[in-house]
């Protein structure tokens, strides 16, 4: 009985989904074409910022570059720790890019007036399987740095301060990449759909003040996300 009502909740979704079909895998098509959109986006700007370096920026795309790097090797820097943090700076920044582009992509982009069968074009981050997919990419991630530092005495700390813990040490790790995925998905879900009701509601008054705080909660969803994650991987290294 307890099985068969949690297969009906893998089955739940948000909204209806254009469907790709390869071999016996379904893909959510609409999700696949706007990340695409995104990557490719942030690709031509940092090959914009990046083609004609000078050792003084004189350039608007160079300067805008170098500002997020240094950003990104502070925020880095910060949480992960001065010993370890240039290595994981490509990780942090990718993630934080990514999720910054998805969310201003469905704040930003009228998707719906390109029509899809039986579906719509929106943010990534609105579907909880790309949250999913970051969050736990961030799991594999600061697992990988605590065995890489430590090795296996990294799993000790399942059993410190006392074996007491244990349960709760675990729960905790399969906790991080849910908290992460759920927060994520919740912020930018009921964001685009307060806008979408209150363009129905009240058009041309309230919606645009509503985007421009969309805006600001897209990047602030962004900033969290990779800080919890530099988080993650800096206390999976010290150990703190």
């Given at each position: 009985?307890?099985?068969?009502?949690?297969?009906?909740?893998?089955v739940?979704?948000?909204?209806?989904?254009?469907?790709w079909?390869?071999?016996?895998?379904?893909?959510?098509?609409?999700?696949?074409?706007?990340s695409?959109?995104?990557i490719?986006?942030?690709?031509?700007?940092?090959?914009?910022?990046?083609?004609?370096?000078?050792?003084?920026?004189?350039?608007?795309?160079?300067?805008?570059?170098?500002?997020?790097l240094?950003?990104i090797?502070?925020l880095?820097?910060?949480?992960?720790?001065?010993?370890n943090?240039?290595?994981?700076?490509?990780?942090?920044?990718?993630?934080?890019?990514?999720?910054?582009?998805?969310?201003w992509?469905?704040?930003?982009?009228?998707?719906?007036?390109?029509?899809?069968?039986?579906s719509e074009?929106a943010?990534?981050?609105?579907?909880?399987?790309?949250?999913?997919?970051?969050?736990?990419?961030?799991?594999?991630?600061?697992?990988?740095a605590?065995?890489?530092?430590?090795?296996?005495s990294y799993?000790?700390?399942?059993?410190?301060?006392?074996?007491?813990?244990?349960?709760?040490?675990?729960?905790?790790?399969?906790?991080?990449?849910?908290?992460?995925?759920?927060?994520?998905?919740?912020?930018?879900?009921?964001?685009?759909?307060?806008?979408?009701?209150?363009?129905?509601?009240?058009?041309?008054?309230?919606p645009?003040?509503?985007?421009?705080?969309?805006?600001?909660?897209?990047?602030?969803?962004?900033?969290v996300?990779?800080?919890?994650a530099?988080?993650?991987?800096?206390?999976?290294?010290e150990?703190?």
């Amino acid at each position: 009985m307890i099985l068969e009502k949690v297969s009906q909740l893998a089955v739940i979704e948000v909204g209806e989904h254009f469907y790709w079909k390869i071999g016996n895998f379904q893909f959510h098509g609409q999700v696949l074409l706007v990340s695409w959109f995104v990557i490719g986006l942030i690709v031509f700007l940092m090959f914009l910022g990046t083609r004609n370096l000078q050792p003084i920026p004189e350039t608007t795309s160079q300067n805008l570059v170098e500002y997020i790097l240094d950003y990104i090797r502070d925020l880095a820097k910060s949480q992960i720790g001065e010993e370890n943090y240039k290595n994981w700076i490509p990780f942090v920044g990718t993630l934080m890019l990514f999720i910054f582009g998805c969310n201003w992509s469905g704040a930003l982009v009228p998707w719906r007036i390109i029509e899809l069968p039986a579906s719509e074009l929106a943010a990534p981050t609105n579907d909880i399987n790309t949250t999913v997919a970051l969050a736990l990419l961030t799991s594999i991630a600061y697992f990988y740095a605590g065995l890489r530092k430590k090795g296996l005495s990294y799993f000790k700390k399942y059993v410190e301060p006392t074996p007491i813990l244990l349960p709760i040490n675990i729960l905790e790790d399969f906790t991080k990449p849910l908290s992460l995925s759920f927060r994520l998905f919740g912020n930018i879900l009921a964001d685009e759909l307060i806008v979408s009701v209150l363009l129905i509601l009240l058009p041309l008054i309230v919606p645009v003040p509503m985007m421009l705080l969309g805006l600001f909660t897209s990047a602030i969803q962004a900033l969290v996300f990779a800080t919890l994650a530099s988080a993650y991987i800096g206390e999976s290294i010290e150990g703190h």
